[in-house]
């Protein structure tokens, strides 16, 4: 049988968007992570980062420093029991990209292509899974993938309007509001 997935954002959902963060002193985790992976986890989810890596692609950091940042972080999860499954990232960008990073590509959300390359490794059933993010940008992601639960996180800072993007199933201000989305996507494998 299939299995589901959670797939997160990194920045601005696993750890507070600063800008292209590409070292551990400038990681802080945003509150309820851990918590949502953990009962995940605990559902039977995979968790996958998909995450846009412009900073490698316009040349602000390297491939090298973004794994040896993705390792260390990785290592904190397991630490929290609450490890994560494997993480995607896109370096490319079509219009600041440099060198052979300045290219189109289907895995840079909003393309699909990072959650179809985890579906097909991990044999995941994407209309049953659930995509937390908190850009338009991830929920088109998800949406032109075929997740089947797309939510968008706006943590209590930059809570706007309440009015939620095309295709978003709905908007969350704390991460642990995900899991009774992770719930239902259970029942629904269950019926």
Not at 12 to 19: K, P
Not at 20 to 25: E, L, S
Not at 93 to 120: C, N, T
């Amino acid at each position: 049988m299939k299995r589901s997935a959670l797939f997160l954002d990194r920045d601005g959902v696993i750890n507070i968007d600063r800008g292209y963060v590409c070292a551990q002193d400038q990681v802080e985790f945003v509150g309820g992570i851990f918590d949502l992976c953990r009962s995940a986890t605990e559902l039977g989810y995979l968790v996958i980062v998909v995450s846009n890596q412009a900073g490698i692609g316009r040349g602000y950091y390297s491939e090298q420093d973004f794994l040896a940042l993705t390792e260390w972080m990785c290592k904190v999860f397991h630490e929290r029991g609450a490890s994560l499954t494997k993480v995607y990232y896109c370096p490319f960008h079509p219009d600041h990209g440099v060198g052979s990073y300045k290219r189109e590509s289907s895995f840079r959300k909003p393309g699909p292509g990072m959650i179809l390359q985890a579906a097909a490794e991990f044999d995941i059933d994407v209309r049953r899974s659930v995509l937390v993010g908190d850009k338009e940008t991830d929920i088109l992601a998800g949406v032109a993938a075929g997740v089947g639960c797309n939510l968008l996180y706006r943590g209590r800072a930059e809570a706007g309007p309440s009015d939620r993007p095309a295709g978003a199933t709905s908007v969350i201000e704390k991460l642990i509001e995900a899991v009774p989305f992770l719930n239902m996507q259970v029942a629904e494998v269950t019926r």
